[in-house]
């Protein structure tokens, strides 16, 4: 047997009478539609009836792709201890960021409401995992996560709490974190198209303040994204302007600066580094840790440069660096001349590597660690550019390698008894924002459109004059008969006129509409398909199965 079925005129909120306009924006139709519902916290959002249906379809179809790839399900609490977050060194980080929602307990025990999972991920596996025959570990879980976001905005884009599919592996070795990554990718792929993401594609991306190595973000184009992307206009190379290797366009007069860093390595400890970069470049942190092996990459503190460099900010030059180590971004390793400062308020022009009377020698070796810009040409053809694009991230994959397990002491032995840290890698689906994007980029111009399995149900039941007996028994039976086929159903059994009827469904947007009407015989309906909006008529006998009507 189906779900229960849900009837309008039972349903919560109450079905208003041209409560929705088609031309309204995506989070307004769900809205007035009753799918969701605001709170008086901006950014925290109510999941009403008909949008906890679509919400609940969603984690299923995700949690069906990762178990039939071999992950096992489970539950981890939201609600986490700062001590837990301090193994690992991130309760600090995201406390600096503002992104941490935290509460203290009647104990006095400082808790915080988890954004992300990796440490209690790594603490649960901490406990299980004795040796190198327990691995590898492949774990799904679907929760609430919470985020303190500065200005939570486009609806359940990007809002304060929102649902995660999440997965998280653990391996003996990088080989198997990256075949355990591929897995990721593959679930998380299997896991969108499933819900009729169509146009998906995966793009090299920063793992900001989650992880300093690889990561792949899957992308779908949409005005209504959170993200910028790049995107070339000749061959279509796409991605991350942190990751993307865009070549800037040459200068006449180029101005060379100098920018400190602090990094901290995986135990923890923290060295300055200089970048040497064009002036009018932007450095790429995630570029940086991978060239620097960094764990962790952040400005170097002001206060800090004459503990280390001599000089203030915006007078330090390629040759105050003795000493420190120093990366030469390609835009500047093989300029002729070039300006660099000469003081807080002027240039010294004309300067080369070879040196002069008073600049010694320095022979940079390029690396690639500008972040790519509208307008650079691009690193994958000869003759395009890239241009910046809107895009929706629906799920990102992460290579963590031992950022988590180290800190926290996770280990297992090898088959001689050797202690070793295992490695880690990470996915994450948005729910809720798949949700909202497959209503936004499925909606036409009467309403919204849901594709089979994610809908809130299969078939929306149209009752014309359900104030008769018989068709009261009659829309009992084919409720009975499609219950029985597995299907969920939607039943309008209001007493409106048939056109506010009709309008009704094609806004609520289920895929298939069967129209019961008095003028029909006994056993027939009409069968409408909101996607091609084709209508035909048969017996209630001959409706077949709902995953027939895919």
Same mark, same amino acid.
């Given at each position: 047997?189906?779900?229960?079925?849900?009837?309008?005129?039972?349903?919560?909120?109450?079905?208003?009478?041209?409560?929705?306009?088609? +031309?309204?924006?995506?989070?307004?139709?769900?809205?007035?539609?009753? #799918?969701?519902?605001?709170?008086?916290?901006?950014?925290?959002?109510?999941?009403?009836?008909?949008?906890?249906?679509?919400?609940?379809?969603?984690?299923?179809?995700?949690?069906?792709?990762?178990?039939?790839?071999?992950?096992? @399900?489970?539950?981890?609490?939201?609600?986490? +201890?700062?001590?837990?977050?301090?193994?690992?060194?991130?309760?600090?980080? #995201?406390?600096?960021?503002?992104?941490?929602?935290?509460? @203290? +307990?009647?104990?006095?025990?400082?808790?915080?409401?988890?954004?992300?999972?990796?440490?209690?991920?790594?603490?649960?596996?901490?406990?299980?995992?004795?040796?190198?025959?327990?691995?590898?570990?492949?774990?799904?879980?679907?929760?609430?996560?919470?985020?303190?976001?500065?200005?939570?905005?486009?609806?359940?884009?990007?809002?304060?709490?929102?649902?995660?599919?999440?997965?998280?592996?653990?391996?003996?070795?990088?080989?198997?974190?990256?075949?355990?990554?591929?897995?990721?990718?593959?679930?998380?792929?299997?896991?969108?198209?499933?819900?009729?993401?169509?146009?998906?594609?995966?793009?090299?991306?920063?793992?900001?303040?989650?992880?300093?190595?690889?990561? @792949?973000?899957?992308?779908?184009?949409?005005?209504?994204?959170?993200?910028?992307?790049?995107?070339?206009?000749?061959?279509?190379?796409?991605?991350?302007?942190?990751?993307?290797?865009?070549?800037?366009?040459?200068?006449?007069?180029?101005?060379?600066?100098?920018?400190?860093?602090?990094?901290?390595?995986?135990?923890?400890?923290?060295?300055?580094?200089?970048?040497?970069?064009?002036?009018?470049?932007?450095?790429?942190?995630?570029?940086?840790?991978?060239?620097?092996?960094?764990?962790?990459?952040?400005?170097?503190?002001?206060?800090?440069?004459?503990?280390?460099?001599?000089?203030?900010?915006?007078?330090?030059?390629?040759?105050?660096?003795?000493?420190?180590?120093?990366?030469?971004?390609?835009?500047?390793?093989?300029?002729?001349?070039?300006?660099?400062?000469?003081?807080?308020?002027?240039?010294?022009?004309?300067?080369?590597?070879?040196?002069?009377?008073?600049?010694?020698?320095? +022979?940079?070796?390029?690396?690639?660690?500008?972040?790519?810009?509208?307008?650079?040409?691009?690193?994958?053809?000869?003759?395009?550019? #890239?241009?910046?694009?809107?895009?929706?991230?629906?799920?990102?994959?992460?290579?963590?390698?031992?950022?988590?397990?180290?800190?926290?002491?996770?280990?297992?032995?090898?088959?001689?008894?050797?202690?070793?840290?295992?490695?880690?890698?990470?996915?994450?689906?948005?729910? @809720?924002?798949?949700?909202?994007?497959?209503?936004?980029?499925?909606?036409?111009?009467?309403?919204?459109?849901?594709?089979?399995?994610?809908?809130?149900?299969?078939?929306?039941?149209?009752?014309?004059?359900?104030?008769?007996?018989?068709?009261?028994?009659?829309?009992?039976?084919?409720?009975?008969?499609?219950?029985?086929?597995?299907?969920?159903?939607?039943?309008?059994?209001?007493?409106?006129?048939?056109?506010?009827?009709?309008? #009704?469904?094609?806004?609520?947007?289920?895929?298939?509409?069967?129209?019961?009407?008095?003028?029909?015989?006994?056993?027939?309906?009409?069968?409408?398909?909101?996607?091609?909006?084709?209508?035909?008529?048969?017996?209630?006998?001959?409706?077949?199965?709902?995953?027939?009507?895919?």
């Amino acid at each position: 047997m189906s779900e229960t079925p849900l009837y309008a005129s039972r349903l919560f909120p109450p079905v208003r009478r041209r409560a929705a306009d088609a +031309s309204a924006s995506t989070m307004n139709l769900l809205e007035s539609l009753g #799918y969701v519902a605001r709170t008086d916290a901006t950014g925290v959002f109510t999941l009403l009836p008909l949008g906890l249906r679509v919400h609940d379809r969603l984690v299923r179809i995700a949690r069906t792709a990762f178990e039939e790839r071999g992950a096992n @399900t489970v539950a981890f609490p939201t609600l986490q +201890s700062r001590s837990l977050w301090e193994q690992s060194g991130r309760w600090e980080v #995201y406390q600096s960021e503002g992104a941490l929602l935290t509460s @203290t +307990s009647r104990g006095g025990e400082q808790m915080c409401l988890a954004p992300t999972s990796e440490e209690i991920a790594s603490a649960t596996v901490r406990e299980h995992v004795r040796s190198h025959r327990d691995l590898p570990v492949r774990l799904f879980l679907s929760t609430s996560k919470f985020r303190d976001e500065i200005a939570p905005r486009g609806g359940l884009m990007r809002g304060r709490e929102f649902t995660m599919a999440d997965a998280y592996t653990f391996d003996t070795d990088p080989q198997g974190m990256r075949t355990s990554a591929s897995f990721l990718n593959d679930a998380c792929r299997a896991a969108l198209v499933g819900m009729g993401l169509t146009g998906v594609f995966q793009a090299a991306a920063d793992g900001g303040s989650i992880s300093a190595g690889p990561t @792949t973000e899957h992308l779908v184009l949409g005005d209504t994204g959170q993200s910028s992307i790049l995107v070339c206009d000749h061959c279509g190379h796409r991605g991350d302007h942190a990751i993307l290797g865009g070549r800037p366009v040459p200068q006449s007069d180029p101005v060379v600066n100098v920018i400190a860093f602090a990094l901290t390595a995986h135990d923890g400890t923290t060295t300055p580094a200089a970048v040497v970069i064009r002036s009018d470049l932007q450095v790429s942190p995630r570029k940086l840790a991978a060239a620097s092996g960094a764990a962790r990459v952040a400005l170097l503190e002001p206060a800090h440069l004459p503990e280390h460099f001599g000089k203030e900010a915006g007078t330090i030059t390629p040759w105050d660096c003795t000493g420190t180590a120093t990366f030469f971004d390609e835009s500047v390793a093989h300029l002729d001349t070039f300006a660099i400062s000469d003081g807080a308020t002027g240039l010294r022009r004309n300067v080369t590597w070879s040196g002069t009377k008073d600049l010694a020698a320095l +022979s940079p070796t390029a690396v690639n660690l500008h972040r790519a810009a509208e307008g650079m040409k691009c690193s994958h053809c000869e003759d395009g550019h #890239y241009r910046e694009a809107r895009a929706i991230e629906l799920a990102h994959v992460f290579e963590l390698g031992t950022q988590y397990a180290a800190p926290m002491n996770l280990s297992f032995t090898d088959e001689h008894g050797t202690a070793h840290t295992p490695y880690s890698a990470c996915s994450g689906i948005g729910i @809720t924002r798949c949700l909202q994007t497959l209503a936004d980029l499925h909606r036409d111009n009467a309403g919204l459109r849901w594709k089979p399995d994610t809908a809130p149900a299969d078939f929306h039941i149209t009752v014309l004059r359900p104030d008769l007996p018989a068709m009261r028994e009659r829309t009992e039976r084919v409720v009975q008969h499609l219950r029985g086929r597995g299907a969920a159903l939607f039943i309008d059994d209001r007493h409106e006129p048939a056109g506010e009827k009709f309008r #009704y469904a094609s806004l609520l947007g289920l895929p298939h509409r069967l129209v019961l009407s008095p003028q029909q015989q006994d056993d027939e309906v009409e069968l409408v398909n909101r996607w091609t909006t084709r209508t035909s008529r048969a017996p209630i006998s001959q409706i077949p199965d709902t995953w027939s009507l895919h």
